[in-house]
C-alpha cells in the first residue's frame, strides 16, 4: 500500500475547467476567490484566504499591538493552525489504516469460505 506521503503532487496540473465564483467573502487583488485559484501557487490568494480566517474580535485584539507583537501572534496562529492541519492528517490516517485492515480482514474471511 502506497502512503499519501509517498505520493508526488504537481500543483501546476489543474483539471480545464471553467473557473467559477468559490468565496465571494476573500477578495484578493486580482478580484473574488475563484475555484481556479490556489493558496500554495499565489500568494494574492494565501494572504486574502489567510486574511478572511480573522475575526472582528481578533482584528480588535490585534489593533492594540506593535508589529512585532502583531507578527510574534500570527506566527503562533500559524503554528496552531499547522498543528491542528497535522493532527487531523494524522487521526484520517489511523482511521484509514483501521478500514484498511478491516476490508483486508473480510477479504480474507471470504476466501476462506
Do not use: H, W
Not at 37 to 49: N, T, W
Not at 54 to 66: C, F, G, M, S, V
Amino acid at each position: 500500500m502506497v502512503s499519501s506521503s509517498q505520493n508526488n503532487f504537481d500543483l501546476n496540473v489543474v483539471p480545464n475547467l471553467q473557473p467559477e465564483l468559490r468565496y465571494s467573502s476573500f477578495l484578493s487583488q486580482k478580484g473574488p476567490l475563484m475555484t481556479n485559484g490556489s493558496v500554495m501557487l499565489d500568494d494574492d490568494i494565501a494572504a486574502s484566504v489567510a486574511k478572511g480566517i480573522i475575526t472582528p474580535l481578533d482584528e480588535k485584539l490585534l489593533a492594540n499591538r506593535t508589529n512585532d507583537e502583531v507578527i510574534n501572534e500570527s506566527m503562533a496562529l500559524s503554528i496552531q493552525c499547522a498543528s491542528s492541519v497535522s493532527n487531523m492528517a494524522r487521526r484520517l490516517q489511523v482511521r484509514g489504516n483501521e478500514v484498511q485492515r478491516a476490508k483486508d480482514s473480510s477479504f480474507d474471511f471470504a476466501t476462506k469460505e
